[in-house]
């Protein structure tokens, strides 16, 4: 079984910085793709970063230049370093993996429980 865990969220002020963290653990042969989603009040949940195994990233536009999405292979860590915040980010973030149990099964998706991050003065 695997469980994908995140800490990190609070509240912070506009303007200000919050650095996110998410650990796989259980059964894990190997992770592919990594990623962060959110979601606000009344919104779908949107993708807000993703990093490849090989450390290739992508961001929704609106994060681009603030937030930087980074992995610790060796601990099965994924980190959303979220910088020059604003109110629009509030939202509830998730962690996401792609995640091979063993070498002759295929990846799975699984999701983090979500962490609440409030952008307010």
């Known amino acids: 079984q695997v469980q994908l865990v995140e800490s990190g969220g609070g509240l912070v002020q506009p303007g200000g910085s919050r650095r996110l963290s998410c650990s796989a653990s259980?059964?894990?042969?190997?992770?592919?793709?990594m990623a962060w989603y959110r979601q606000a009040p009344g919104q779908q949940r949107e993708l807000v970063a993703a990093?490849?195994?090989?450390?290739?990233?992508n961001y929704i536009d609106s994060v681009k230049g603030r937030f930087t999405v980074s992995r610790d292979n060796a601990k099965n860590t994924v980190y959303l370093q979220m910088n020059s915040l604003k109110p629009e980010d509030t939202a509830v973030y998730y962690c996401?993996?792609?995640?091979?149990?063993?070498?002759?099964?295929?990846?799975?998706?699984?999701w983090g429980q979500g962490t609440q991050v409030t952008v307010s003065s």
């Open positions: 990093i490849s195994s090989g450390g290739g990233t």
């Open positions: 259980g059964a894990i042969f190997s992770i592919d793709s």
């Open positions: 996401y993996a792609n995640i091979q149990s063993r070498s002759s099964l295929p990846t799975m998706a699984y």
